[in-house]
């Protein structure tokens, strides 16, 4: 594969210009996966405006605001260190469908790989279709490594840069990228609450439910057609409900009174563990979604929720205050070998586990009673404290890639969601209207 | 900027409209299958223990390949994005962008707010009180224990009646052990009015954690009003 060339290529050439490089040395997660792993220096030269179309958001040309969204697209990527050419004194002329003779210049300061293109209204298009053209030049090879050609309505002038931002990264790793994911989560509308779906960046929102009352704790199904989550029939009795997204169908999975929560599908879609009080306290249960049938998995006097998957779908973690407190707790997925994760402080809660397995999210609360994000090994060997500060935290879930979490906080007041790198860094809002939203649930990636 | 986008104003619109000449009606669920789930329970079908056998099997086996990226390409075709034409959209990825929709029960919002006010109007003339819990207790206090007498006493002489107790938590924790802790509370209410002899199947609990909060703001005052048991005349079903 090219990549490890292009790597080996871009450190040599990029260590007179490192200074430059948003470079992710002490990044811990990347550190903890791939020891050798260092960003490579991309630069985009630009997306041109093409015959003066505008974007859906109004005045911005198409160009400008596909690149905009490309640009945080790549640094959010953290596969590439986003390289600014003209400050490295690099003036590109003519952007066509070769690269330009300042890439080569570009090349020699260290930059790995330079992207540019055109966006506008498509040539002879009868229905005011929008295009963008997008090229790769790789310095590697000294040569254009392919393009991608994207036709479509305004309605997908962010989804051309995602779906671009998502092919860099599948040709540098292998790996699909994020920048077509989507969040599922709560927001207020009046005093009810309701399922909506976003963007992974907080744009483009999505109503999903209008029940009037309460929908809580959305989570995706491995195929990302479905959400499960809590529903509370008639204000009354909590369900657990499945929804599809392609058509707003719904059906009950979990009807059986008492608490009704924290519904997760494992790894392979095969089984839903919750949290189910009809038995008298708070016990996880799983069930089939195949034969239908279920499973009690805790027998204890003690409340137990919040059930998060390996990725191998072989144990679970969850939630529970069997010895005072809330803590983190680990068990095989038939319900054996229960042990405890967390021990430091007295409330540890709502644990995630990361898509790559190595670290679980969970919140956790500090010496002074401040409600934050913490990661643990499963192992327990290590744990760090992510956030800071004011605010309560809660519902973190990481991305399909394993390098952000999503997690909504009232640092700023109302309750909002915020996204931050597995290390701590790049803490970033997303977002900003209305009272309240929560319990992010980040997709699969596609 | 990130505003709701001008497409929801009907909706808004429409579930205040419609939702007026639905408030008498009986709740009806929106776009489930409810109604097959409850005929298969009275025929004593498979579900087991309130769990519904009529939903999708969700298992899936690895990555959906027709949704999936392409790779860079020296002389690019065309992908189209968004439409259900061309090639570049696939069924569950860019393509189920535009279909993702709330399927609204239009009524639902005024129906339900219509209720919540029945309740209320019930229960403050019925002089129920509630009870305040200390942070991260579900022990009932010395003045509980006094108001809840008078909610015995009220339950006593209205047999007919049903009480409904709501556990409530301030915004502190997370929401899935709030939800825990309120059913904590919402039990430790019930189990105290049972001692004072309210029939148990007059009484019935729910939990709503920190999300049905009385009050918003970050503060002690706050947060000792959102600790309560909430006792209210229960209207619905």
């Not at chain 1, 003036?91 to 020699?108: C, M, W, Y």
């Not at chain 1, 006097?301 to 407190?325: H, K, M, V, Y």
């Not at chain 2, 007059?202 to 009050?215: A, I, M, N, T």
């Amino acid at each position: 594969m090219t990549f490890r060339a292009v790597v080996f290529v871009g450190l040599c050439v990029s260590i007179g210009v490192v200074w430059i490089i948003e470079s992710g040395a002490a990044d811990v997660f990347l550190e903890a996966t791939k020891p050798d792993f260092q960003r490579i220096p991309l630069g985009i030269a630009g997306i041109d405006n093409m015959g003066g179309a505008e974007s859906s958001e109004g005045r911005v040309k198409l160009g400008t605001r596909i690149e905009e969204v490309l640009k945080a697209d790549v640094r959010r990527s953290l596969v590439f260190a986003l390289v600014d050419l003209p400050s490295l004194g690099i003036k590109v002329d003519h952007l066509g469908t070769e690269p330009d003779a300042s890439f080569k210049q570009a090349a020699e300061n260290g930059v790995s790989v330079i992207v540019w293109g055109k966006a506008g209204v498509k040539n002879g298009s009868k229905d005011a279709d929008l295009s963008m053209d997008g090229y790769v030049y790789d310095a590697g090879s000294n040569e254009v490594a392919g393009g991608k050609r994207y036709v479509g309505s305004t309605s997908v002038v962010r989804l051309m840069a995602h779906r671009f931002a998502d092919e860099l990264v599948f040709r540098y790793t292998g790996e699909p990228g994020i920048a077509r994911t989507k969040i599922a989560y709560v927001s207020e509308l009046g005093t009810a609450r309701e399922l909506f779906v976003m963007d992974y960046d907080g744009y483009e929102p999505r109503q999903l439910t209008a029940d009037g009352f309460l929908n809580l704790m959305p989570r995706w199904s491995p195929d990302r057609r479905f959400l499960v989550f809590t529903t509370y029939r008639n204000r009354n009795t909590q369900d657990i409900d499945m929804l599809e997204l392609a058509t707003g169908k719904r059906w009950t999975l979990v009807s059986q009174g008492g608490l009704n929560i924290t519904p997760a599908l494992s790894p392979d879609g095969k089984a839903l563990a919750y949290s189910s009080s009809h038995e008298g306290n708070a016990e996880l249960y799983r069930l089939d979604t195949h034969t239908k049938t279920v499973q009690r998995l805790t027998t204890h006097a003690a409340g137990d929720l919040s059930p998060s998957w390996s990725p191998s779908g072989r144990e679970i973690a969850f939630t529970s205050d069997r010895n005072g407190g809330p803590q983190i707790f680990l068990m095989s997925a038939d319900g054996s070998n229960v042990r405890r994760l967390t021990f430091e402080g007295d409330y540890n809660a709502a644990p995630a586990w990361s898509p790559r397995g190595n670290w679980i999210a969970y919140v956790c609360r500090t010496p002074k009673k401040e409600y934050k994000l913490c990661v643990i090994t499963p192992d327990g060997q290590k744990h760090l404290q992510l956030t800071t500060g004011l605010g309560v935290d809660d519902s973190p879930s990481w991305s399909p890639d394993g390098r952000h979490l999503v997690f909504s906080s009232t640092v700023d007041g109302k309750s909002q969601i915020y996204m931050i790198n597995a290390d701590g860094k790049d803490l970033e809002r997303i977002t900003f209207t209305g009272t309240h939203n929560s319990a992010p649930s980040w997709s699969p990636a596609s | 900027m990130k505003m709701l986008p001008a497409s929801y104003l009907p909706l808004i619109l429409g579930v205040i409209v419609l939702g007026i000449p639905a408030c008498s009606k009986k709740a009806v669920r929106s776009g489930g299958d409810i109604q097959a789930l409850q005929e298969e329970m009275a025929k004593g079908g498979t579900a087991k223990e309130g769990t519904s056998s009529s939903f999708p099997d969700t298992s899936f086996s690895g990555r959906d390949d027709s949704t999936g990226l392409r790779g860079l390409d020296r002389n690019p075709s065309e992908e189209r994005l968004g439409g259900n034409s061309g090639n570049g959209g696939g069924s569950g990825g860019a393509g189920h962008t535009n279909a993702m929709i709330a399927k609204a029960d239009s009524g639902a919002a005024a129906r339900q707010l219509a209720e919540i006010r029945a309740e209320q109007v019930a229960s403050v003339a019925a002089g129920l009180r509630d009870v305040f819990f200390a942070y991260d207790s579900f022990s009932i206090t010395d003045e509980g224990r006094h108001a809840l007498s008078g909610d015995a006493e009220w339950s006593r002489t209205n047999p007919y009646s049903q009480l409904k107790i709501e556990g409530h938590c301030d915004e502190r924790g997370t929401s899935a052990y709030n939800l825990v802790l309120g059913e904590k509370r919402a039990k430790a209410v019930r189990n105290y009015l049972v001692e004072l002899g309210v029939t148990p199947a007059h009484l019935s609990v729910v939990s709503y954690g920190k999300e049905r909060p009385f009050c918003s703001e970050h503060t002690e005052s706050c947060y000792s009003q959102n600790r309560r048991g909430h006792v209210v005349v229960k209207t619905g079903k």
